[in-house]
């Protein structure tokens, strides 16, 4: 009885995602285009054409990206990164990234999220400069001789890598990023994705089920925000009360 609405639900749900990234990726290219329409000159555009090719997205969606960011097409409206620094309950900093070409639309839909779960606003860099470092992140499939992998990416300007699944994360900081993935790529490990942004200095421990629902569904609202395109935050969560989170959510949902 209740496996089609389920179904159709969960569908409406990934058709939904799937479009929201693809969305994503063509705003990613136009940004990296305004320097460089050429991927071989600029590195920005590689990665992001690379990325948007791996989730699927089409040529001709990639094609309109670059018009549009080098201002061949006229008719498109500025695409433009905005940062919003808040502190969610429990003290949690957060950082939201979004890619828009209405600042007027998307400013208060993201002041609204804040707002709706008892977050509040932090002055521009009180959150990222003290609760974040900014930095690199590059991911490769973790190699069958992991010993010459240690050697090379020792003779390099990495801070720090680590085994995440099958794949390896390899961090850098900003101004070591673009040669860091060089070498990588220099020394034949094929480069999954790779990408730059903030990461926690120190995080804050929630243990609270209120204070973790909270953020869950502050997390949920802005995922399903068309202009939203990365998260960062400091929330410590453990596993277990996580899961309960997860839980009690798709519960209250599926009653609804």
């Not at 979004?98 to 600042?103: V, W």
């Amino acid at each position: 009885m209740w496996r089609w609405p389920t179904v159709a639900a969960t569908k409406e749900k990934w058709d939904k995602a799937k479009a929201k990234i693809y969305n994503m990726h063509s705003k990613l290219i136009t940004i990296a285009a305004e320097k460089w329409a050429d991927p071989s000159i600029n590195g920005s555009l590689h990665d992001a054409i690379y990325s948007a090719k791996r989730d699927g997205v089409s040529s001709d969606v990639i094609d309109r990206a670059i018009r549009r960011g080098s201002g061949l097409d006229k008719d498109s409206s500025k695409v433009e990164e905005v940062y919003y620094e808040w502190y969610a309950p429990g003290g949690v900093a957060i950082i939201v990234k979004a890619l828009t070409d209405n600042r007027n639309r998307t400013a208060p839909n993201i002041r609204h999220i804040f707002s709706g779960y008892g977050g509040s606003l932090g002055e521009t860099g009180s959150v990222s400069n003290f609760a974040f470092d900014y930095g690199g992140e590059i991911h490769i499939v973790t190699p069958d001789d992991i010993d010459a992998f240690e050697m090379m990416i020792l003779d390099t300007d990495a801070t720090d890598y680590s085994r995440v699944g099958g794949e390896i994360v390899v961090l850098t900081t900003w101004e070591e990023y673009t040669r860091v993935k060089k070498s990588i790529e220099i020394a034949g490990y094929p480069i999954l994705s790779a990408t730059h942004g903030y990461r926690a200095k120190n995080y804050t421990e929630i243990t609270g089920m209120d204070k973790a629902l909270q953020i869950y569904k502050m997390l949920e609202e802005f995922e399903a925000d068309e202009d939203v395109e990365t998260v960062w935050n400091t929330a410590d969560i453990s596993d277990t009360l996580w899961q309960e989170v997860i839980e009690f959510a798709e519960k209250r949902k599926f009653r609804t």
